[in-house]
């Protein structure tokens, strides 16, 4: 009833290729931003911002890093762990040695940096596929989170091998890291940077380097036959897809934790990451916002619940049945839609539109 | 078994390889020090630790060769039966039952699995099938540290601990060690007569070898998965006791599963063969390379070498050692 | 993208829920322990001695100082994230909010030194984390009595060369330290390298890949190759079972191999069965449940039915007394506050000032019915270590037998090396020391 797209005409090409051709959408989709950027500073407490929303969102930008590589490129990927590493250990490098350097172009070129070093470990990816590539590049993962272990130049020679982000302003006076920073800024910032990425992923997957990823991903050797250029296509899908995870990982160190050890990236990192992208929905921006959503926030939602109804169980107990309650739920969720939490949101609109009367 | 000469040219090549570079790197650096003895001694620590790999690569193999499912749960699997069985142990049930009753779990276990999960899914992608086995690896962590508890359990499965010299002293080699070897080739032994010459198991080839085929001819496939993963499950629990013999059964157990994927991507995922000679060569190549490569950088390097040795294979040979040849077409 | 609504809709549920009224008057005391997980095997008892102890003061005392004791526990399963998370549920909780938070892991540890500094919420690492916090001119919410990592490579290359009769017998020796490739692991390096400058022993480094389970190769290179006249262990969970065992096959003798606390559990040595017996261990206090405060625990909590723990056999185990003592430090912290501040639930940063002229001396210990199951601490607004003392256990198969009596750190040396790496983090972040006169 709401939801119905009669009426809207598309009167030029430019129309036709909008993001959102439903006007409908698009007006929930400025509404949800300006409750992203005004309601829920306003509204939400500290614990809120700085335990669910900060995480969810680095994550979520990780995700989309990872989905633009598996979910688009169609390489599967276990190496996330390893090039947020990077782009955490770049941006401290880089934050320590210049101090006097913008932070946002110090997460740019943090960046950049882990997307040269994707564009080494994609070049395997030339001739492998499938879960052999997976493994394959969980050599990158674990080589990187070694070698930041190992050489002290990396952490400026700390003695425990962890990095912490020293205090930085953006715009004048507001601390983004270190002790002063307010959880408010941290969020916004994050937040904004977030929504640009994910708008150019969008934009991206929509263009003509998009469509060469997806002909790939459907079937390589038809698209080499058609005139895709393998080499090129595949590695800047690696590049593009570790930028991604690169900035996601300076965030987690700078923006979320403040200080981390590289063990903080270790291969259960990847392993979140990649079940992120499948639950919400390979290649899907979309989905890669409910995936995180699904991995981060259920498990705090399901240790809190009992809390809540006023059960009172032993915490070992409580967290063995967390991950029982969580295993069924992944199960659950693949049963009903195999492709993804993104997929089963289309489908309701699908539903949407017909409702109250489907025939 | 046909084997390719390619194959057995390669497995040369890396031999010859893993032997020259530890001599030479012992050579030109004063780190590192190098005596054939001592290097064989290495060499067969390695491929001793290989084989307790492989018995956790054949797990993943047996599944994925019959129903194309990549199984993350079985590290959790291997945690799941050890923990059982030690449970049992404790209740003061004795080993043989002990062994007996898991193996009754297990194949509830995979009963469980095949008739609510892996049914509703039949013919979906791989990568949706290997998330579904990520939800049952946290349901079985979950349930196993439920009813077992989260505390370490010792094992002693009565195996001889104690490190045997060989030529006067030179070479020492841990009986442990041995054992676990012999125990797992009389589980690969097992596994090829029940492939080879049992009704079920051929049975097994032949879904392996083509879905469609299979059931056309009669085989009920939704028997033959319950079949795979209770033998999967099996071999878990025999990996979970040679493991939890040597580690104490806890939840670090699960963990092992991540040893086992450089020996899968050497091996291939289809081929049990390639299970035990992957593991082997993952074995003796870590600990060749940590103990003559590591301390030219400081060393550690054992977890990711395993990896980049994978990974350098993959290049040359994208399907694996034994795996079936990738034949693409539009 | 917008169906993040329905995270939204999620996260404010949880919110709601943890906003749960709480006693008004009561002290409230989060734990952020791990029961589950990797390192559950050492986690639970530390947990079982932590409540035991707190449960115990609210039921022979009725709390501290008259003032009921509410506890929570959190389940971080050793994970930072889950751990940063516990830490934010937990900081509010109360009337007055957590007035210390324990991390138990040296990666939340870190991942906290940011936030307790701004909610001035005292930090407390009994034995594990950041070793240069002992600086509190530079750390002024960070507290690590009663040892830390470094303080502990000294004790042992001290025991050591007493072992071989003398710091200068130490020259030209071999010692290997076998450590988990982590932050926690690598804490020892610079102090036992500063230490090998010193006194002429040579030092051999053997990194231990998280998380452990395979370590022939290392010990390949120490038992066959290197030989060392020493091995130090700073390892943690199912790495120390497997380095006693691997030790075990290529002969390395065990009573040459000393691990730092946190390898010194029954959980570490009981699966390696009869190849642990030999192998040492240092402790910040003492084994057993021989003191008065056990009896105590037995009687009002064990044959009540209240007890945390399993089966009571538990209690007087290494990682359980590690557990009580460190509710010992912060109950007498806060008592320490509210003694200063009035008879009521204290704040976080009630908590760090009094800390910062801490004292529990042996006739407080005493009295406390705790007296040789831990040294006094003192500590100061500049000094927040505070001692260091530890000592030196074997196990003999059953259980952990004290060799040594206790072994103070070379307070000097380390001083000097707090201070310089404390500077150092300082410049970095742009930190001014606070002035302590």
Redesign the interface.
Known sequence: MFYREAGQFKTSYQADQAIFPIRQDLY??IA?LA??FIG?PLL?????L????L??LVLALAAIGLNILTGYAGQLSLGTGGFMATGAFAAYKLS?AFPDMHLIIVFLLSGLITAGVGIFFGIPSLRIKGFYLAVATLASQFFLI?MF??FGWFT?Y?????I?A??RTVFGDFYIT???AAPVTKYLFCLSFVVLL?LLAKNLTRSNIGRKWMAIRDMDIAAEIIGIPMLKTKLIAFAVSSFYCGIAGAFWAFL?????????F?VNRSFQVLFMIIIGGLGS??GS??GA?FMV??P??L???P??VGVEI???T???LE?MVFGVLIIFFLIVEPHG??RL?QIFKEKMRLWPFPH | MHVERSVLTTIGAMLVLMTALPWFVGQVSEDV?FEWP?FL??AI??LL?GVMYSLVALGFVLIFKASGVFNFAQGAMVLFAALSFVGLKDLGVPLWLCFILTAGIMTLVAMTIERLVLRPLVNQEPIILFMVTIGIAYVLDGLG?MIW??????L?IGLP???SFFFDGKI?I?Q??MFAALIAGALVAALVIFFQYTKTGRALRAVADDHQAAMSVGIPLQHIWVVVWTVAGLVALVAGIM?GG???V???LA??AL?ALPVLILGGFTSIPGAIIGGLIVGAG??VS??FL?PLV???I??WFAYMLALVFLVFRPQGLFGEKIIERV | ????????G?????????S?VQAADAQFIGST?Y????Y??GG?PWADGFADYVNLLSERDGGINGVPLELE???T?YN??KG??CY??LK?KGSTGMPAVMPLS??IT??L???V??DKIPLLTAGYG???AADGTVFPYIFNPPATYWGGADVAIQYIASEFGGTENLKGKKIALVYH????G??P??TLKALAEQHGYKLS???????G??Q???W??IG??LRPDYVIMYGW??MN??AI?EA????YPRDKFIGIWWTGNE?DV??????AIGYKALQFNAIGADFPVHQDIIKYLYENGKGSA?SPDIVGQAAYNRGLQQAVIVTEAIRAAMNIYGNAPVTGEQVAHALDSFDLNAERLKALGLEGLMEPIKLSCSDHQGGGHAQVTQWDGKTWQSITDWITPNEEMLRAMYEE?AA??AK???ITPRSCD
């Open positions: 929930a989709y949800f409750v992203a829920v939400a407490s500290d614990y809120f700085s335990t669910l929303m995480p969810f320590t070694w272990n190992k400026n700390s003695a425990s091998g962890v912490s020293p205090p270190g002790p002063q994910a979320y934790t403040g200080s981390v050890e590289p063990l903080a270790d921006i979309m916002f409910l959503a926030l259920l705090i939602f240790t809190n619940a809390h809540m032993s915490v070992s409580l967290s063995h991950a939490l993104a949101w | 020090f001592f001694e290495v620590g390695g630790s540290q508890g989260s505390e370490v359990r010792m002693d601990q104690d490190p020492l841990n442990f060690d493991w040597k580690l104490g806890q939840f670090s963990l092992i040893k870590e600990k940590e103990v590591g400081g060393g550690g054992e977890d | 993208m917008k169906l993040t609504t329905f995270a939204l999620l996260a404010a549920a949880t919110l709601l829920g943890s749960a322990v029961r589950t997980g990797p559950a095997p639970i526990e959190c389940d399963a930072t994230d940063v998370e934010e549920r509010d040296t990666g870190y991942a030194l940011d936030r500094k701004a950041r070793a240069d490739d982590s932050a926690y690598k804490e390096i610079n480094l053997f990194p231990v890949p998280h998380p389970l395979e022939k190769s290392t390949l290179k066959r190759q969970g199912v079972a497997t065992k075990a096959a290529v002969n959980q009981i699966p390696a069965g009869k190849a399993k790496s150092a983090y970095e972040q742009g």
